[in-house]
């Protein structure tokens, strides 16, 4: 019996998208009256930049992570979707 050799990186592509188009739709859903609980979600991360002078060069590193209800379901989905795949 074959069996089709799953690619890692096809997951974690998989994943990311659900989480984006999800957080994006809660976002959305979050200004409907009745949806409202699919923008309920919490943001962690470096909130204030963290900023490197050195005269010659000036970089500036932030990172926030924002997940909702909606992020969520959509990265169950991908992960249903690549199974099925």
Request: charged fraction near 15%; glycine fraction near 10%; proline fraction near 1%.
């Amino acid at each position: 019996m074959a069996t089709k050799d799953k690619n890692i990186w096809v997951l974690i592509l998989f994943i990311l998208a659900g989480l984006v188009v999800g957080g994006l739709l809660g976002e959305v859903a979050s200004k409907v009256d009745f949806l409202w609980w699919l923008g309920y979600g919490q943001s962690f991360g470096l909130q204030d930049p963290l900023v490197l002078d050195i005269n010659l060069l000036k970089i500036t590193f932030a990172l926030v992570i924002k997940v909702n209800i909606a992020s969520i379901i959509g990265m169950l989905l991908a992960i249903l979707i690549y199974k099925k795949v």
